[in-house]
């Protein structure tokens, strides 16, 4: 495949780090560091397999990963008594972890102080209408590790024999965006995974999931979970996408 999309919306290798702790509710401070190392890689190879532009920084922590893997394998050095404490080689990781995670909740706390003062001046409504409390509810935005968690599902639920299927038509990430920009036309909102249920194979699974991260990209879609780590919902982003029942006056097939 030669398609290669470089993501603003890309997150550093400390944020796949929380993100792979917190999915499996682990303990920060005693992680199972074989475990984290064997799913961080897998999420590599899913990011260098749809041919994303990585930052060199993921393969760096890739490294550190298994160099600490490697430490944790070790045999205890002859002559060393029980009194003396071994020093525990994710020590450097997990005081990196909670610092940035730190970090996050600053910023994220600034945002919404920020947030919250956007809405000081505004006009008071008087009155707020059922839908618009609707739209109101809470929801949580899906980071890249969501949506690449999601694609690792898809693959994981196709019948082996379809990986061997002989694709005639190329479907391309053009013509994708298209179709999920077409169907969002017509309905409010769409599963993530009902989008990869659409797709005939493997092939159309990985080019569908291009087409989204090229869309969020673009700012035409937004994706959110209503429940963290929940099922990804992809919704249009009303600013940037025509109506239905306006798309013949710009000329939208």
Same mark, same amino acid.
């Given at each position: 495949m030669n398609y290669k999309i470089k993501l603003e919306l890309f997150e550093g290798p400390l944020d796949l780090l929380l993100y792979l702790v917190k999915k499996d509710h682990l303990n920060i401070y005693d992680i199972p560091i074989s475990?984290?190392?064997? &799913?961080?890689?897998?999420?590599?190879?899913? $990011?260098?397999?749809l041919d994303l532009n990585i930052a060199?920084?993921?393969?760096? $922590?890739?490294?550190?990963?298994? &160099?600490?893997?490697?430490?944790?394998?070790?045999?205890?050095e002859e002559g060393v008594g029980v009194e003396e404490e071994k020093e525990d080689p994710r020590e450097e990781l997990v005081r990196r972890l909670l610092e940035y995670e730190k970090f996050k909740e600053i910023a994220e706390n600034l945002r919404q102080k920020e947030t919250d003062? %956007?809405?000081?001046?505004?006009?008071?409504k008087t009155?707020?209408?059922k839908?618009?409390?609707?739209?109101?509810?809470?929801?949580?935005?899906a980071s890249i #590790?969501?949506?690449i968690s999601a694609f690792s599902k898809a693959l994981k639920d196709i019948?082996?024999?379809i990986f061997y299927e002989v694709v005639k038509d190329q479907f391309t990430v053009e013509q994708a965006t298209h179709e999920i920009l077409h169907l969002l036309l017509v309905k409010s909102e769409v599963k993530l995974l009902e989008l990869f249920a659409r797709a005939?194979?493997? $092939?159309?699974?990985?080019?569908? #999931?291009?087409?989204?991260?090229?869309?969020? %990209?673009?700012?035409?879609?937004?994706? %959110?979970q209503n429940e963290l780590f929940e099922d990804i919902e992809i919704l249009r982003n009303k600013e940037n996408i025509i109506p239905y029942e306006r798309r013949d006056e710009r000329g939208v097939a």
């Open positions: 475990k984290v190392t064997e &799913q961080y890689l897998q999420y590599i190879n899913l $990011m260098q397999l060199g920084e993921f393969l760096v $922590m890739a490294a550190t990963l298994m &160099q600490i893997k490697s430490k944790m394998l070790l045999p205890a003062q %956007r809405e000081v001046f505004k006009r008071p009155e707020i209408d839908g618009e409390v609707k739209d109101r509810e809470v929801y949580f935005e #590790f969501d949506l019948p082996k024999d005939k194979n493997k $092939m159309e699974i990985i080019v569908t #999931f291009l087409a989204v991260l090229e869309l969020i %990209r673009m700012k035409e879609i937004v994706a %959110r």
